[in-house]
């Protein structure tokens, strides 16, 4: 079975702290994707990256960096914690040929709280 | 620009009871369109997919949405709610140009005894 994996469900880091979010996909996806959601706000862009050390602006960048230096794994960094980055970070892959008809595979998520 | 909208946040249906949620994209071409599910503290997980062909789509778990072009919408529907259906439901649209998927807010569905 096709897998995005998160590596933590659930962390706890305080203010001003340098927190890397890890995602590894298995499909040898060519597009990665982060997005954070939050209550009544639903899913937003963060970052994305359609190949190997290519990266690209979502509609949310500020406060984020990313890394990818391997096709199957996608970074997301946030380089000085700040509590209103508190929120659902959910990673995501697509196949470039073939996002239009099949969307993303998604990962389960990481609760990130800025304390 | 590609946009899509969910106008109901919350909806409370009793289980047996047939349930529709609704979504409008505004989208200059043919859309591809999605609709997610994600139960509580999960990801998000693909329930069906438009993008060409038949406008009545059936997905996983019982539902199926219809597109409708003249009224830019695509409402997921389901007969009869079961208690597991209980998560919240995200349309999403498709831009090819920007290789994007378009989220809407989401429609949180509780499911009563």
């Known amino acids: 079975d096709v897998k995005v994996t998160q590596s933590s469900r659930y962390l706890v880091k305080r203010t001003g702290e340098k927190v890397f979010l890890e995602c590894v996909q298995d499909m040898d996806h060519e597009n990665m994707f982060w997005y954070r959601q939050d209550p009544g706000l639903g899913l937003r862009l963060i970052y994305f990256s359609y190949d190997v050390k290519m990266k690209e602006k979502g509609d949310i960048p500020e406060g984020y960096s990313v890394s990818r230096e391997k096709k199957e794994r996608f970074s997301l960094i946030l380089e000085s914690a700040s509590t209103n980055q508190t929120s659902m970070y959910l990673c995501?892959?697509?196949?470039?040929?073939?996002?239009?008809?099949?969307?993303?595979?998604f990962g389960s998520g990481t609760r990130l709280t800025v304390v | 620009a590609q946009s899509v909208t969910q106008p109901d946040i919350h909806i409370t249906v009793s289980e047996g009871a047939s349930l529709e949620l609704r979504c409008n994209y505004s989208?200059?071409?043919?859309?591809?369109l999605f609709w997610y599910v994600q139960s509580p503290g999960q990801g998000l997980q693909l329930l069906l997919k438009y993008f060409s062909g038949d406008t009545l789509v059936q997905g996983i778990k019982g539902f199926e949405a219809e597109f409708k072009r003249s009224q830019s919408s695509f409402n997921l529907r389901k007969p009869s709610v079961h208690w597991s259906d209980a998560a919240e439901y995200f349309c999403?649209?498709?831009?090819?140009?920007?290789?994007?998927?378009?989220f809407g807010t989401g429609t949180l569905l509780a499911v009563q005894p």
């Open positions: 989208y200059g071409a043919t859309p591809y």
């Open positions: 999403a649209v498709h831009g090819g140009a920007t290789n994007k998927l378009i």
């Open positions: 995501a892959s697509s196949a470039i040929r073939t996002a239009n008809n099949y969307g993303y595979t």
